[in-house]
């Protein structure tokens, strides 16, 4: 439909520093509680291998652990992303399912909100498309192959580091609910 896929963009290195840290966080909280369980202390052995073999023979935690922290933040810091193809892009709202095509003709402008990370992208219904990756002059280059025009002044510069920000807050917040809930035992049998 969309044609021959000519780029993909990424996740912010930052964010993925930040996800990695998140998945240790919880990976040293998975694996250290494992200890305090009955059936593991039973069993008398307390090595590496033996964590491994415990979840092979109970997996409730691992697939609460594989559901709830691997798979989000493998899909986030790996696969997920706007990808632009010959004749418009798709862009990615977060789930597969939510992905919404655009066609370059349906672009009206484009605005650079960060010189190295950030742009914004309208359509003529009015639709607004903030499009963030590590190096974004590659999503310029593609833009001005289809002669839409863009501004590359910065005023809307100050209101990105905010949602930034908010991003932050609310990622932090809801690793805490996550520790907060799994302390509290409401994940377990």
Known sequence: ????????????????????????????DFYLETFTYENFQADGRFKVLDVIDYHFRYPHEFIIF???????????????????????????R?????NHAV?????KTYKLLHPKMAISIHSLKGD?????????ERVIAILDQHNIKGDLAQDDYVRLIGNFKKF??????????????????????
């Open 128 to 136: 607004v498309f903030v499009i963030a990756d590590n190096s974004v």
């Open 1 to 28: 439909m969309l044609g021959k896929k000519l780029y993909k963009t990424s996740m912010l290195n930052f964010f993925r520093l930040g996800i990695v840290a998140i998945v240790i966080f919880f990976f040293n």
């Open 66 to 92: 594989l559901c709830l922290i691997l798979i989000p933040a493998i899909y986030y810091g790996l696969i997920r992303g706007v990808r632009f193809m010959e004749k418009g892009f798709v862009y990615n």
């Open 94 to 98: 977060g789930l597969p399912f939510f």
């Open 168 to 189: 932050f807050v609310m990622i932090f917040g809801f690793t805490i609910f996550i520790f907060v809930i799994k302390r509290l035992g409401l994940f377990q049998n």
């Open 103 to 107: 066609l370059y003709s349906d672009i």
